[in-house]
């Protein structure tokens, strides 16, 4: 069963412009999700976690657990934030990562 | 700096051969994973580790097996590569702990022919 839905594959916006790439997850126990970026010919790198509420270059990601949804968030988009960016889900007594099908962002000048 | 290493960053083997790709990580990691990249399908998990000799069926299996003899060390096993397992295989390494980040290594790009 599909765990983790990323139901864009490719997103285009503009500089400035606010970005939001979607995530939704099933799993009926308290989930662990994380978002990866990977960058033109670099390692699949971690984004950020929603256990950490952080902001990490201007990203956010808040779990809404009824509509089971960690989306990715950023007000105003950067050339350099242009990547693939997955989400995933830690989960299982054996810890099984699992990751949605990813979502190529552009951001054009 | 954590380091996930995978031994090959490109390999092209022909239809029918036994391959093997290894990954090495120097953190002392409990979790091993093997995933292939693909366009369009992400990243689809093979199998993982969360111990020296376990292992535990992912999403996609079929086709390949592993072995993790020791800690630091995780092999993917193509028994018998076929052109449909032309993919990037991705290693990644983790705590067993909860909410911790994979460290991933860099790829390898597995060419059948």
């Known amino acids: 069963a599909q765990r983790v839905t990323q139901p864009e594959k490719l997103l285009s916006v503009f500089k400035g412009a606010p970005v939001e790439l979607k995530c939704n997850y099933s799993y009926s126990g308290s989930p662990e999700l994380f978002w990866y970026v990977q960058y033109s010919r670099q390692r699949l790198q971690l984004l950020l976690r929603?256990?950490s509420r952080e902001s990490i270059k201007g990203f956010t990601a808040d779990l809404n657990k009824g509509e089971t949804s960690f989306h990715l968030k950023k007000p105003f988009a950067q050339e350099e934030d242009s990547a693939m960016y997955y989400c995933a889900l830690f989960w299982g007594s054996a810890r099984q990562l699992t990751f949605g099908s990813g979502t190529q962002l552009t951001v054009l000048p | 700096d954590v380091k996930v290493t995978q031994s090959s960053r490109y390999l092209v083997k022909r239809t029918g051969e036994k391959v093997f790709l290894e990954c090495v990580q120097d953190m002392d990691h409990e979790n091993m994973f093997w995933y292939r990249q693909d366009p369009g399908l992400g990243l689809r998990l093979i199998y993982f580790?969360?111990?020296?000799?376990?292992?535990e069926k992912g999403d996609i299996p079929e086709g390949y097996s592993v072995s993790r003899e020791k800690k630091e060390r995780f092999s993917l096993i193509l028994e018998s590569a076929s052109t449909n397992q032309t993919s990037m295989y991705l290693c990644a390494s983790s705590l067993l702990a909860g909410n911790t980040e994979a460290f991933f290594g860099q790829g390898t790009r597995l060419t059948v022919v």
């Open positions: 580790s969360y111990d020296v000799k376990m292992k």
């Open positions: 929603h256990i």
